[in-house]
């Protein structure tokens, strides 16, 4: 049994984890507060909630075998630097392996929910595959050969960085014009709620997809219009750099599966004209959803 916890943009979910099972669950989102003091208040929530889940669950922590960390971002030697959570450097596993005497992994978030994906679910048949992961940010993989693509010194694959905007919108990495600063499920939300005039602070991603989009339809056509074309050019450009046998997408965007964004996107990529091999291409959502994070975290 494993702990493996989730760090996102907007909260920690942490779970205990048996290969592909997902015993229990719990999270907690972050306050304004937590905000001003982010590594003290990351530290403070998984305590809190590690403890709860321990305590729910009648296990002792000598019981668990090893923690797993997946965080956005860039991590080197288990240090965390992520624009979106405003982490420099953050020595997150010395931290939790001072306080647990556990072996501590931490991995980048997108990588984390591949694995799960590559290992059990939606990707387990194939070599060659990317796996896109739309949230709050964009990041990824990519398997060649089965194998997970690692360069030596950092993540690499930041797929939400590439430059999809000559002198476009300003992002949180320093450079313009970032393919998640247009196609993250963050960017729709803030472009749909500029349009409806509504503050997007208490809006889910469930609501935004099943009422937002729907109620306001004609409304906020040429928003997820534009959001479409942009997504379509940067899968697009991955499709003809890695030549994937399936795309798997992953984060808040997994759910998408069946709606008309992701139908209208999938019929996109798919016209001949889109990419250099034009052929049809296997396009699919995660199995894992939300929990593909805390469950990839532990993945060894
Ligand atoms: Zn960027």
């Not at 015993?23 to 709860?52: H, M």
């Not at 931290?95 to 072996?103: D, F, I, P, S, T």
């Not at 393919?179 to 729709?188: G, N, P, Q, T, V």
Request: proline share 2%.
């Amino acid at each position: 049994m494993k702990i493996g916890i989730d760090i996102g943009g907007s909260h920690i979910g942490i779970g205990l984890v048996d290969g592909y099972n997902l015993i229990d669950t719990i999270d907690r989102f972050f306050s304004k507060d937590d905000k001003k003091d982010i590594t003290n208040a990351i530290i403070r929530i998984i305590d809190e909630l590690l403890n709860e889940l321990l305590n729910k669950n009648n296990v002792s922590i000598n019981m668990i075998e090893g923690i797993g960390v997946a965080s956005p971002g860039t991590i080197t030697d288990g240090k965390i630097t992520s624009f979106n959570l405003g982490l420099k450097s953050f020595d997150l596993k010395s931290k939790l392996k001072e306080k647990y005497h556990l072996n501590v992994s931490v991995r980048n978030d997108g990588k984390c929910a591949a694995m799960v994906e590559k290992v059990y679910g939606a990707m387990k048949d194939y070599d060659d595959c990317v796996f896109i992961n739309i949230g709050t940010g964009i990041g990824g993989a990519a398997f060649l050969g089965g194998k997970l693509l690692e360069p030596k010194k950092y993540s690499g694959f930041e797929f939400g960085h590439m430059t999809l905007v000559k002198n476009g919108i300003e992002c949180t990495c320093g450079k313009k014009g970032c393919f998640e600063r247009y196609c993250s499920i963050k960017a729709l939300k803030t472009k749909i709620t500029n349009t409806l005039n509504i503050d997007s602070a208490d809006i889910s991603g469930q609501y935004l997809r099943e009422e937002l989009m729907v109620k306001y339809h004609d409304e906020v056509q040429n928003d997820i219009n534009e959001f479409i074309e942009y997504l379509k050019v940067g899968v697009c450009n991955l499709i003809d750099i890695f030549e994937p046998e399936i795309i798997c997408f992953g984060g808040s965007f997994s759910y998408y599966e069946g709606h008309p964004v992701l139908d209208k996107l999938i019929e996109e990529i798919n016209k001949p004209e889109s990419t250099f091999n034009s052929e049809k291409h296997k396009i699919v959502t995660a199995q894992f959803k939300n929990d593909a994070g805390i469950i990839g975290a532990t993945i060894s």
